[in-house]
T-cell receptor, first 105, second 118 residues
Framework: GIQVEQSPPDLILQEGANSTLRCNFS?????LQWFHQNPWGQLINLFY???GTKQNGRLSATTVATERYSLLYISSSQTTDSGVYFC???????FGKGTRLHILP | NAGVTQTPKFRVLKTGQSMTLLCAQD?????MYWYRQDPGMGLRLIHY???????AKGEVPDGYNVSRLKKQNFLLGLESAAPSQTSVYFC?????????????????FGPGTRLTVT
């Protein structure tokens, strides 16, 4: 099956900093989503982005399908951005292990 | 519009007991899913359904059964609970963003059920 690898596994930043999270996948996919799991466990869909670039406020994502990776950019980080960020791919929606982001005030 | 809801939110079972987790969605989504999340890991797909009356196995189906008798509900059953099934269970539903394009789904998740088996 498809393998999904996310990096870095952990990231600690000061409030206001920018960050880039990466998701690599081992085969071509029709589906790629980015999720944020907040400290209370709730999973929020950030982007559906099998290819191209999308932006939503301080967050943007780019997927280069031909090179099998996706990037999630967070600009001007806020403490509410803390949590775990997952990418998920494929019809069976396979999740990576996530990047744990901690924003310090 | 409640989105995706899960019942119960917490449960403690003894080894060998059975229980059913209920997932309900009011968005008229065709697809529904059950995942489990263990500490330090991503979500793993247990079973999923592509429509009323249909179910299919995911990555970790053993020890679980599911039913989708109504489009809005997806039930997950544990017939004989084991400590290895201690986990947080998430339900999700999705619709096809581009009908005819396989895998073009956008998922919405419920709040989770924390299950402990002693």
């Amino acid at each position: 099956g498809i393998q999904v690898e996310q990096s870095p596994p952990d990231l600690i930043l000061q409030e206001g900093a920018n960050s880039t999270l990466r998701c690599n996948f081992s085969d071509s996919v029709n589906n790629l989503q980015w999720f944020h799991q907040n400290p209370w466990g709730q999973l929020i869909n950030l982007f559906y982005i099998p290819s191209g670039t999308k932006q939503n406020g301080r967050l943007s994502a780019t997927t280069v399908a031909t090179e099998r990776y996706s990037l999630l950019y967070i600009s001007s980080s806020q403490t509410t951005d803390s949590g775990v960020y997952f990418c998920a791919v494929d019809d069976k929606i396979i999740f990576g292990k996530g990047t744990r982001l901690h924003i310090l005030p | 519009n409640a989105g995706v809801t899960q019942t119960p939110k917490f449960r403690v079972l003894k080894t060998g007991q059975s229980m059913t987790l209920l997932c309900a969605q009011d968005m008229n989504h065709e697809y529904m899913y059950w995942y489990r999340q263990d500490p330090g890991m991503g979500l793993r797909l247990i079973h999923y359904s592509v429509g009323e009356g249909t179910t299919a196995k995911g990555e970790v189906p053993d020890g679980y059964n599911v039913s989708r008798l109504k489009k809005q509900n997806f039930l997950l059953g544990l017939e004989s609970a084991a400590p290895s099934q201690t986990s947080v269970y998430f339900c999700a539903s999705s619709y096809s963003i581009a009908p005819g394009l396989a895998g073009s789904y956008e998922q919405y998740f419920g709040p989770g059920t924390r299950l402990t088996v002693t």
